[in-house]
């Protein structure tokens, strides 16, 4: 029943949310009709920005502030439209930058500050790079399509019964347009049965991720993996597995109407010792949508639901749900938090409810104590 209720109430909350891009304020007034967004960034931001989108010098703006440079793809592409209307129509402190960026929400309609994105995105001159409008929020066990630039600190601990608390820190760091390279490692606690603990260094993992295919138009990007998984763990103390683990895998990301979104992964996990470890085909799909506070401009609100599939060879299938929510903390939206719990749906007596969180940092936007007001 708890199981039941955690999924129904995780939905109906996704299912409720708003898109976060806001509705046209009714301050605003729209430019005359034939203005496109190339004529108003020429005519409101190319003072500062320059007619190139590379920035003005310092001795034209008046002031000294590096400004962004809109052709640089790395810089312009990651993140989401709504995060770009949120600085143009509200001014930079609205995400926690420089004061110099003025509000435009005034004089712009929500149609006029869209039109003149489209055109910034137009300064990135390589169409290969993934819009971050793809770039879903993170579950805890569907990995993203969109390659990233994170570090993510995760625990997790059994509700009741066993004591073990597992920990891992995750790093993730983006190269060229459309590759990622990740490590995984993990820290874990474990009581025995004499009372003791044993502690130390899990199997470290290292992985590589290549987005094949990634469309704002459709809202859907496709990517593909593999893992190896290191018996860099002390197998005695229950600290690893004592072999090498191979796992390919393939990652799938819808964008919704409304600001929801699917996220799926599957793969196969693959012994390199059969006599010690079996294969394990798995599947992931997850389901939510966000809100944001503030007219859409705020901290941000995921609920979100995982429906996890596992079975290895000659056993029996393994289900589970993980209802979770992520919160975002700093002004800037580059550090967030995210609680769960994951519930075993069959196999219950063998397998335990684990309590779930992690703290995430996308390094790339900025230091960890940056962009907070």
């Known amino acids: 029943m708890w199981v039941a209720a955690s999924l129904f109430v995780c939905v109906a909350a996704a299912a409720s949310l708003q898109a976060q891009t806001p509705q046209e304020p009714a301050t605003a007034t729209a430019l005359p009709a034939g203005y496109t967004g190339k004529d108003i960034f020429e005519l409101a931001c190319s003072t500062c920005h320059g007619l190139d989108g590379r920035g003005s010098p310092r001795s034209t703006v008046g002031f000294d502030l590096e400004l962004p440079d809109f052709t640089d793809c790395e810089f312009a592409t990651p993140e989401p ?46 169409p290969g790079w993934p819009r971050g409008d793809l770039n879903l929020p993170r579950t805890f066990f569907i990995e993203k399509a969109f390659p990233e630039n994170e570090v993510i600190f995760t625990t997790a601990f059994a509700a009741r019964g066993e004591t073990s608390i597992a920990g891992e820190v995750l790093y993730e760091k983006r190269f060229g347009v459309r ?4 490590v995984a490692v993990p820290v874990d606690l474990q009581q025995n049965g004499d009372a003791s603990w044993s502690r130390g260094l899990g199997d470290v993992a290292v992985a590589l991720k290549r987005a094949l295919y990634a469309s704002v138009e459709t809202g859907r990007i496709f990517s593909v993996g593999g893992e190896i998984v290191l018996p860099t763990g002390k197998e005695s103390a229950g600290l690893g597995r004592g072999f090498t683990m191979y796992e390919p895998f ?48 705020g901290r941000a609100w995921t609920p979100m639901v995982e429906v996890l599939w596992a079975r290895q060879t000659g056993g029996d299938a393994e289900w589970d749900v993980v209802p979770q929510m992520q919160v975002t903390l700093s002004k800037l939206q580059h550090v967030m938090i995210s609680g769960g719990v994951r519930i075993p749906v069959n196999e219950r007596d063998e397998r335990r409810t684990q309590v779930l969180t992690y703290l995430l940092w996308d390094w790339f936007d900025g230091g960890f104590f940056e962009f907070w007001r």
């Open 250 to 297: 393939a990652l799938f990301g819808q964008v919704l109407p409304r600001g929801m979104f699917l996220q799926a992964q599957a793969g196969i996990e693959i012994p390199s010792d059969h006599e010690k470890g079996n294969n394990e085909v798995f599947w992931r799909g997850g389901f939510g949508g966000t809100l944001a506070q503030d007219r859409g401009f």
């Open 81 to 126: 439209l709504a995060d770009w209307f949120a600085v143009i129509h509200d001014g930079g402190p609205i995400r926690g930058l420089d004061s110099h960026m003025p509000a435009f929400g005034d004089a712009l309609s929500a149609d006029d500050i869209e039109k003149v994105i489209a055109h910034l995105w137009t300064f990135c001159s390589d």
């Open 179 to 182: 590759n990622q390279l990740e």
